[in-house]
């Protein structure tokens, strides 16, 4: 099991706990096999919820006397009966934080075992009551259900069933959009589904709670959209064509345009900005999803380029916050709030056609708005770009590891860009221009060579 986990993509920490006799256990054992000592230390990491441990593997050790508050889900495929059963279910019931339940995924059928323990628990004058009492638990099912269904409209499920595909398109982008009508109202709905998934993980073994189990299906997927539109997987430097060519498809067929159906790759950027992309947006319905959408690929962009010019893409991501401030202030309408971060996108698209008409390159495109916004002072015959090349190759050829933290390789930089800019820039303004340099040399190779 330990291999076929760690086989694959993604898989975090894992650690085998069991007891050992290196004398007779096979020799691919080896490497679960720890001293008290070192069993003490992975019992400590596996207490703490921010360290990379977050998996264990265990077959009878740590079933019984072993508390880990934070840990959450237990997989049994193991079967096990009465007091052993009820001490192992109890290490995921322990209260930590913010954590309102654990969750035990039954592999290998122990259900009927777990009823026939809980009663004799609870019949046999132990103290206290089960962890869970099933009718409170679905009751409380049923009203977070229903308080989550009225933060949606109150859907009808039959009614559901009997739209067309492409109504049923339309009535969950305008849900999305409804729901994405300010921070607060998404916050709201995305505490109150989490509340009513919890829920349904305890209590979907009962058949009470069968009967919503495909409006609860529809609920999480108005969820899943909303994450990713709201926190996506971070910035991505792929060009996506099949976004583009949705888009262009539903434009020309003059079909409804699933938004949702982009949230579900993982890949946008802000080359799916195109001509047919701003006719899309500029059309009326679903504003709310047309402006996270901006809001997010922008915000990736900014996350990308910020390290290659800091004082650019600060001034972007100022205007990014006014127009978002404003728009959920309702000082700004939605076509004037799109229209500004469309503004903003091709704001990118420019810098980037800018790099290639100066015969600059991306390096070089920082360095070139810090000292063209100093031209005044800057006493250079030729071309200002032939400046920039001189300063970005003397600051790349003084580079070193961890060149940040040493003052003296940043003294080294320092000094070779004073020497080139000696003469060129008055003595009263030369330390504040090398103070600017060396700012956006830490922003752009602070992790040199990783990103040279």
Known sequence: MYDALIALPGCPEIAVIMTSNISKDPAAWNAHVRTKENMEGVKKRFRTPDDPLKIVIVRDMWLTGFDAPCAHTMYVDKIMKGHNLMQAIARVNRIFEDKTNG?????????????????KYTGSGGEGKPTIDMNVAVATCLAQFAAVKELMGNFDIEDFNKMKESEKLKWSNSLVNDLLHSDPVTDAFLLEERKLTELVAITNSDQRIWVIQEEVAIIQKIRDV????????????????RIKDLISKSIESQKIVDLAAMYDLDKIDISIIDDRFQAMVKEKGGENIKVELLRRIINDELKVRMVKNIRRMTSLKEELEKVLSKYHK???DSIAAIKHLLDIATEFKNDDIRTKQLGLTEDELAFYDLLSANEKIINQSGPIQDLVHKVVALVKKNLQLDWTKKEDARSAIRLAVKKELKGKV???ELDNLLKEVLEQAEGQYKDWPMMA
């Not at 910035?235 to 996506?240: A, F």
């Open 103 to 119: 969750l035990v995924v039954d592999f290998i059928g122990i259900s009927g075992y777990l009823a026939e323990a809980t009663k």
């Open 426 to 428: 008055p003595f009263s």
């Open 330 to 332: 309702n000082s700004l």
């Open 226 to 241: 909303i994450r990713k539109i709201k926190t996506p997987p971070g910035p991505q430097r792929i060009k996506n064509d």
